[in-house]
T-cell receptor
Framework: QKEVEQDPGPLSVPEGAIVSLNCTYSNSAFQYFMWYRQYSRKGPELLMYTYSSGNKEDGRFTAQVDKSSKYISLFIRDSQPSDSATYLCAMLLNTGFQKLVFGTGTRLLVSP | ETGVTQTPRHLVMGMTNKKSLKCEQHLGHNAMYWYKQSAKKPLELMFVYSLEERVENNSVPSRFSPECPNSSHLFLHLHTLQPEDSALYLC????????????????FGEGSWLTVV
């Protein structure tokens, strides 16, 4: 079983739609959760960073963590064509030196 | 501008060539990383440097040779590569080596697209 599962997509939506991107994970010890956005032929850029459970909002983006279900989500409101990119989830354990564990990424296409 | 600069952005090399990828970070960070990104696979961590010392090598073949002369610069020396090594190579940095509880995370460069022919 992979540590982090993420649907590769592509997920196609019309402009203005609410987008839901998700990851599931198997290790309940993950405590820090990140979302990166990667445009085509570019490096990933940090979008959201959350700790433990709950919601975090930043403009049109909301990150949600449900530790009981081992499930994290990124919601994008009023989606724009400029949101078309691959979205990578990543997570980190609570203690010790370690590495980020990434999902494979979900490709999102927002059509005008 | 990400604060992490990689050169070259694109590289085509033959299997017998020797080339190097360069990374420079302008963020004052103390840890630097090389990742490999291939289609439909999660990012693969290759090497970790903390305060110029290599602290992690994730079973990377010896045809990839990293070098970290100081905390701002990182190189990946390439020799006798195989076509399956074609991928996007990403450099990243973080304030300190990643450790749980620190609120720390990594910041990527734009990547170097490598094609081995």
């Amino acid at each position: 079983q992979k540590e982090v599962e993420q649907d590769p997509g592509p997920l196609s939506v019309p402009e203005g739609a609410i987008v839901s991107l998700n990851c599931t994970y198997s290790n309940s010890a993950f405590q820090y959760f990140m979302w990166y956005r990667q445009y085509s032929r570019k490096g990933p850029e940090l979008l959201m960073y959350t700790y433990s459970s709950g919601n975090k909002e930043d403009g049109r983006f909301t990150a949600q963590v449900d530790k009981s279900s081992k499930y994290i989500s990124l919601f994008i409101r009023d989606s724009q064509p400029s949101d078309s990119a691959t979205y990578l989830c990543a997570m980190l354990l609570n203690t010790g030196f370690q590495k980020l564990v990434f999902g494979t990424g979900t490709r999102l296409l927002v059509s005008p | 501008e990400t604060g992490v600069t990689q050169t070259p952005r694109h590289l085509v090399m033959g299997m017998t060539n020797k080339k190097s990828l360069k990374c420079e970070q302008h963020l004052g960070h103390n840890a630097m990383y090389w990742y490999k990104q291939s289609a439909k696979k999660p990012l693969e961590l290759m090497f970790v440097y903390s305060l110029e010392e290599r602290v992690e090598n994730n079973s990377v073949p010896s045809r990839f040779s990293p070098e970290c002369p100081n905390s701002s610069h990182l190189f990946l020396h390439l020799h006798t590569l195989q076509p399956e090594d074609s991928a996007l190579y990403l450099c990243a940095s973080s304030r300190e080596r990643l450790q749980g509880g620190s609120g720390n995370t990594i910041y990527f460069g734009e990547g170097s697209w490598l094609t081995v022919v």
